[in-house]
């Protein structure tokens, strides 16, 4: 009777993980692909970037003081690193139900008043940063050209003055995947916001 038992467990534990709970992925996972609205209302999937080098995955929004702190690292990345064939997208997983000033709308007014120079889509349902395994705002994923992750966590070490930046976590993976090198550290820790989602009742 406890054997069945424990396996009654077992396998409804298996299940209630696969349905509400997510680690996400790790370095050397294939990421799937995802097709997201734009502010400029195209929707935008990573297979439209077919010469891509790879892809730099940023889950952020438009309230939190960590992301804000980021905005313009996050869009001078993002033109640094198109240059060398790096496609940057960053997705706002956020219900605007819950935080209301991450309404599409606004995103748009952001992408608008910052100049983002990399789309900025909008995760409508939550789908995708479970797949990810993004917890907070910011939470960078580094994927080569094949979507296999190389990097996952903070952008750098210093969220407060990029001035005083030592570690720049997201450039050293990038150099590293460019040289055929593992990124060292693969995982850091992100340092943001909680990803806002509503209660399931």
């Not at 297979?47 to 892809?55: C, I, Q, R, T």
């Not at 995103?107 to 917890?135: N, S, W």
């Not at 993976?173 to 990124?183: M, S």
Request: aromatic letters at 10%.
């Amino acid at each position: 009777m406890k054997v069945l038992s424990l396996l009654i467990f077992f396998f409804s534990s298996l299940f209630v993980g696969e349905t509400t709970v997510s680690t996400g992925y790790q370095p050397g996972d294939k990421a799937t692909d995802f097709k997201l609205k734009g502010v400029d209302g195209k929707m935008v999937s990573m297979s439209d970037y077919k010469d891509a080098k790879g892809f730099i995955v940023v889950f952020t929004c438009n309230t939190c003081p960590f992301a804000v702190k980021y905005e313009n690292r996050i869009n001078d990345l993002a033109k640094k690193y198109k240059k060398q064939g790096y496609v940057l997208l960053a997705i706002n997983p956020n219900d605007p139900a819950v935080q209301p000033d991450d309404t599409y709308e606004l995103m748009q007014a952001k992408a608008k008043d910052k100049k983002f120079a990399f789309p900025y889509l909008v995760d409508e349902g939550q789908k995708i940063y479970p797949q990810y395994g993004a917890t907070k705002t910011p939470h960078v994923f580094l994927l080569d050209k094949n979507l296999v992750v190389h990097y996952i966590g903070a952008i750098d070490d210093n969220v407060d003055d990029a001035s005083a930046v030592k570690e720049k976590y997201l450039e050293n993976a990038i150099a590293a995947l460019d040289k055929g090198e593992a990124p060292s550290p693969a995982v850091t820790k992100a340092i943001g916001c909680s990803i806002k989602a509503k209660k399931k009742s």
